[in-house]
């Protein structure tokens, strides 16, 4: 969700990295903007809290994020620099996006025109079906989490709810994502249990990203918040979706 200094940091170094601003403080993590005296280019550190660094669950999810984007390897998708472990600390060392994410070009400039929100729904697309072709769901698209760099390039970042699609795989049987922007198939109030499968939700795919991505596109054309959608099918028959205000010619 990084782009802009939120607050300046309690700490001045990582590793080799000069820390000159925080940018991000969720519920596991906390994400820095650094420079590397080495390569003379400026990074995002995401560090784990310290209180879950003793959660072997939420290591293996913090390092399993990192795993994923190393493995997709996309130009409109964060790139991964580094992964470190100092003194049993975790960081992320990411490619820095200086032009922010897409809330705040929203906040800024209002609506996209036609051209811009089809060139940043493209992009979005490129990354997402990079994604999937390596097996990875991202499960939480949203505005923060799509960045831009200095070169105007967007990039889907934060794949810390992401899953893939391998045998085995059981995070995509659970609730996930964020009100709003998720598919149907994560929405709790609509399944409460599958006893066929034994599990909470039935399994996402690809489809939830797509799902989202559709929302981010309307909301770039419309600058209006998903509250803004509403269900109008019968709840006992398919799910569809009805978007409260008209779309501009």
């Given at each position: 969700n990084y782009g802009v200094r939120i607050s300046m940091p309690l700490i001045n170094k990582i590793d080799r990295y000069d820390i000159s601003d925080e940018l991000g403080n969720g519920t596991y993590g906390m994400v820095y903007k650094a420079s590397d005296p080495v390569l003379r280019n400026e990074v995002a550190i995401k560090q784990l809290k310290d209180?879950?660094?003793?959660d072997p669950d939420v290591v293996s999810r913090f390092k399993r994020e990192g795993q994923l984007l190393t493995g997709i390897g996309h130009s409109n998708i964060v790139k991964i620099i580094d992964y470190l472990i100092i003194e049993n600390r975790h960081y992320v060392i990411m490619e820095f996006c200086g032009n922010g994410?897409?809330?705040?070009?929203l906040a800024n400039n209002g609506r996209f025109d036609v051209g811009m929100a089809a060139r940043f729904?493209?992009?979005?697309?490129?990354?997402?079906?990079a994604a999937h072709e390596t097996g990875v769901i991202h499960r939480d698209l949203k505005p923060t989490n799509v960045l831009q760099g200095y070169d105007?390039?967007?990039?889907v970042t934060d794949f810390g709810l992401s899953d893939d699609t391998f045998p085995g795989s059981m995070r995509r049987y659970l609730a996930g994502g964020t009100v709003g922007y998720t598919a149907p198939e994560q929405d709790p109030d609509l399944f409460q249990g599958s006893p066929a499968l034994n599990h909470a939700f039935p399994p996402t795919d690809h489809r939830a990203d797509i799902f989202a991505a559709g929302t981010l596109l309307w909301q770039m054309l419309t600058n209006r918040w998903p509250s803004g959608i509403r269900q109008i099918s019968d709840p006992n028959g398919p799910y569809s979706m009805s978007m409260t205000c008209q779309l501009p010619n």
């Open positions: 209180q879950f660094i003793s994410n897409l809330e705040m070009l729904a493209n992009e979005i697309f490129l990354g997402l079906q105007n390039t967007c990039k």
